[in-house]
Nanobody, 124 residues
């Protein structure tokens, strides 16, 4: 089993910054496994916006590339998403996720374990 507990998020004006954290625990968790960030805006499907693989390979959705940064602290078992230059269209519930025993191929793939979600609101 894997547990993912998210923190961070909140409300910010356009152009502002926020950082999300995702603390992992559980016997099945490995810092080498794929991890990703997803978001779901009101009335839209959940979409993957970033991923990081075992070798540190990173992928981003076009809409966040250059503004968001995914990173992972293996010692702390924590995944981060640094969000800068936020726009109103970034308003969504953000989720972290991991997939046990998958080390590569982390972009646009299935994930089994999810954080509880955290709301990000960006006002204009």
């Amino acid at each position: 089993q894997v547990q993912l507990v998210q923190s961070g998020g909140g409300s910010v004006q356009a152009g502002g910054s926020l950082r999300l954290s995702c603390q992992a625990s559980g016997r099945a968790y490995s810092p080498a496994d794929c991890m990703g960030w997803f978001r779901q805006a009101p009335g839209k499907e959940r979409e993957q916006i970033a991923s990081i693989d075992s070798g540190g390979g990173i992928s981003y959705e076009d809409s966040v590339r250059g503004r968001f940064t995914i990173s992972k602290d293996k010692a702390k078992k924590t995944l981060y998403l640094e969000m800068n230059s936020l726009k109103p269209e970034d308003t969504a519930i953000y989720y972290c996720a991991t997939e046990v025993d998958r080390r590569f191929g982390c972009w646009k793939s299935a994930y089994s374990y999810w954080g509880q979600g955290t709301q990000v609101n960006v006002s204009s």
